[in-house]
């Protein structure tokens, strides 16, 4: 059912600068906000970025979106042990009768 | 505070019938959405449907719709996820989360616990 696709894997050092991207169409990434997840093992998912580039109160700043055209991307700066988890983005898609879509997912390992 | 907190774990066996739920709390219930978001052993995420409990006006994710049946409870702040018929296919971890929704697009700012359902014989 995912429409937006991600790479399964990225990994760095501690301090490290990692991104992800987040390829999708313009149903949805192209005309719609996209919005970041991460989901620690174990855990329910936790908004890390909204609309595209914001972030909820208590999300650090070590973490950044960005959007263009029908791809974003999730930057990870200064990278912790604690960010190793599972990173998904998500976007509404106008297709059809309109649905909130997710990205492939992205583990994300601290080496 | 916002909160959603979800009922516990079910073990069911295959054409049994099931119900879950989702209470919210720390916020208006009747002024967003209730959505549903299935994660299959190992798997991503996947977006269910949604409810306007202020109204219980639902939508599905044409991959579920006829599967599953969304429900709400404004009374008591609770949304509902059911089964009329478990397969051993909808063995998952399944998610409320709340939802923002303007201008016609949605999306999820906080999510409740998980409730796992195991379907086995």
């Known amino acids: 059912q995912s429409v937006l696709t991600q790479p399964p894997s990225a990994s760095g050092t501690p301090g490290q600068r990692v991104t992800i991207s987040c390829s999708g169409s313009?149903?949805?990434?192209?005309?719609?906000?996209v919005y970041w997840y991460q989901q620690l093992p174990g855990t329910a998912p936790k908004l890390l970025i909204s609309?595209?580039?914001q972030r909820p109160s208590g999300v650090p700043d070590r973490f950044s979106g960005s959007k263009s055209g029908t791809s974003a991307s999730l930057a990870i700066s200064g990278l912790r042990s604690e960010d190793e988890a599972d990173y998904y983005c998500?976007?509404?898609?106008?297709?059809?009768?309109?649905?909130?879509?997710f990205g492939t997912g992205t583990k994300v390992t601290v080496l | 505070e916002v909160q959603l907190v979800q009922s516990g774990a079910e073990v069911k066996k295959p054409g049994e019938s099931l119900k879950i739920s989702c209470k919210g709390s720390?916020?208006?219930?009747?002024?967003?959405?209730i959505g549903w978001v299935r994660q299959m052993p190992g798997k991503g995420l996947e977006w269910m449907g949604i409810?306007?409990?202020?109204?219980?006006?639902?939508r599905y994710s044409p991959s579920f719709q006829g599967q599953v049946t969304i429900s709400a409870d404004k009374s008591i702040s609770t949304a509902y996820l059911q089964w009329s018929s478990l397969k051993a296919s909808d063995i998952a971890m399944y998610y409320c989360a709340r939802h923002g929704c303007s201008g016609g697009t949605c999306y999820s700012d906080y999510w409740g616990q998980g409730t796992l359902v195991t379907v086995s014989s």
């Open positions: 720390g916020y208006s219930f009747t002024s967003y959405w």
């Open positions: 313009s149903s949805n990434i192209g005309s719609n906000y």
């Open positions: 998500a976007a509404w898609d106008g297709s059809l009768s309109g649905l909130y879509v």
């Open positions: 409810i306007y409990p202020g109204d219980s006006d639902t």
């Open positions: 609309r595209n580039n």
